[in-house]
């Protein structure tokens, strides 16, 4: 049955995987572009079956301290919500980044700020990767591209939040929640039993055994020479997320005389401007980091070298170019391309962005 | 093989529903395809739109400025996206929800009383597909027993007693559509 076709939303696709990924909780609140995954499952009632609990909470504050609780118990836990809501969550992910707990966040983007529209966003990367909530903390962030990344990245992101001990996030937008695609959804895995969460994540809050001292989990820590302590190891960490989980696609780099550097839907759209442009006979190729956080930025320094130009195609007003900017280092020139508040860019819209900023 | 479509009317006319089933008809030919709505506040009156593509390679933006097909179910519709069909692409429009002319010369127009046939066979709702028929006999991009499959596929089973009705109205449509102009 793993191979099995399915066509799908990106949101239904996430809720999918997630049963049979094997969480343990979801707890979000409905906003769009992303209702359908907190629909999906309840329609799927996946407490019936694998015994997942499905809550819709009194409010996305609620909802992310629900995650926090189920994290701190060793439990698959995640939520859900769009650019509105994900700001609410601020508090508990920075709570859960100094707490070291491991869940999942999927925040479908919608154009801001405030209420803002409910059509197809990327404004929320600095938001995203820069911080967010207080503190130095990093999200692992993940940006797919299809429904069938949608489906593979809750595991992906489940797997790297409990290898590191840190919330992940799956950055998408209205675009990839709500466009339908054909999707092999993942194969069925158990839940893992009590003892299998007592194994493997011994510092979970499980009650205590008299073979061990307390566990406890806080992110909260008075004496200010164990907080810098505890900063320094979440450094650490981070550090070694970036030298071992960077994420990236390269389309047609090999001979390009120009990058477009985009994420998620964004990158989709540049994919058909790469076929346009090359009709006219200009070689652009597509560098799309997947992971956000970590960056790619060792990759981009050395395309610096090759190429003419980059334009990041971005759904907001130039964020992500900041980080293409810094990674190139002034080697070549970087621009950048967006439409704002909810309008998608257009495959011919990028080109013509193209030709101007790069005076092709 | 690449075909894309956008459907466009006014909520409740069945215009999501039928891309779905357009898309499913490809997956059942084992085609690529992709279904973007337009989900804002058009679903609730003015234009509803989903954009459709069938393809045999994989499909690079699910968003598209042109179209090889539009098919218009209402005047803002027709002045939307009018302008965004491929020179020598097609516009199919509904003879009951639009009054204006279509003023391009370079592309192939074709009208189908789908509204008014709907009303004769006493089920409005099978409006949509009668439309889908019309696509199928000008640009016959999947099979009649793949759309059927695809019915299938996108219906729950308790609605499957309504397969024979819709396939009649696919049938209908294919003999009601009429080229109205040829591309020049």
Known sequence: ?360 | MLQEIVISGFGGQGVLSMGKILAYSGMMEEKEVSWFPAYGPEQRGGTANVTVIISDEPISSPVVNQFDVAIVLNQPSLEKFEDRVKPGGALIYDGYGIHKKVERKDINVYRINAMDESIKMDNTRVFNMIILGGLLKISPMVELVNVMKGLQASLPERHHKLLPMNEAAILRGMELVEQEQQAE
């Open chain 1, 1 to 360: 049955m793993s191979e099995e076709i399915a066509l799908m939303k990106g949101n239904e696709a996430i809720a999918h995987a997630a049963i049979r990924y094997g969480v343990d909780g979801y707890f979000g609140y409905p906003i769009t572009p992303q209702s359908e995954i907190i629909e999906t499952l309840m329609e799927e009632a996946p407490w019936k079956t694998t015994g997942m609990v499905v809550l819709q909470a009194e409010s996305e504050v609620s909802a992310i301290n629900m995650v926090y609780a189920g994290a701190a118990c060793g439990k698959y836990a995640m939520t859900s919500s769009s650019s509105p809501g994900i700001s609410l969550k601020q508090e508990g992910i920075s709570y859960m980044a100094g707490a070291e707990l491991p869940a999942l966040i999927v925040n479908v983007q919608r154009g801001g700020p405030g209420l803002g529209t409910i059509q197809p966003s990327q404004a929320d990367y600095f938001q995203t990767v820069k911080g967010g909530g207080h503190g130095d903390y990093k999200l692992i962030t993940l940006a797919p591209n299809s429904v069938q990344e949608m489906a593979d990245f809750v595991g992906l992101a489940f797997d790297l939040a409990f290898k590191y001990r840190n919330p992940s996030m799956i950055l998408t937008d209205g675009v990839i929640g709500q466009m339908m695609e054909k999707v092999k959804l993942p194969a069925w895995r158990q839940r893992r039993t009590e003892q299998e969460i007592r194994e493997q994540c011994p510092w979970a809050t499980l009650g205590k055994t008299a073979d061990r001292k307390p566990n406890i989990i806080t992110s909260l820590e008075l004496d200010s020479a164990a907080m810098e302590k505890n900063n320094e190891r979440f450094q650490a960490k981070y550090r070694e997320v970036e030298a071992t989980e960077v994420r990236y696609e390269e389309v047609k780099c090999d001979d390009a005389d120009y990058l477009l550097v985009a994420f998620g839907s964004a990158a989709r759209i540049c994919m058909k401007t790469i076929d346009l442009a090359r009709k006219e006979g200009i070689k652009v190729g597509l560098l799309r980091p997947i992971t956000l956080w970590p960056f790619p930025t060792k990759v981009l320094h050395s395309y610096g070298g090759k190429v003419k130009g980059m334009l990041t195609v971005e759904l907001n007003a130039g964020q992500m170019v900041e980080d293409v900017r810094l990674a190139v280092n002034g080697q070549i020139p970087v621009s950048h391309y967006g439409r704002l508040g909810g309008i998608v860019p257009t495959p011919d819209g990028v080109l013509a962005a193209l030709k101007e900023k790069m005076s092709i």
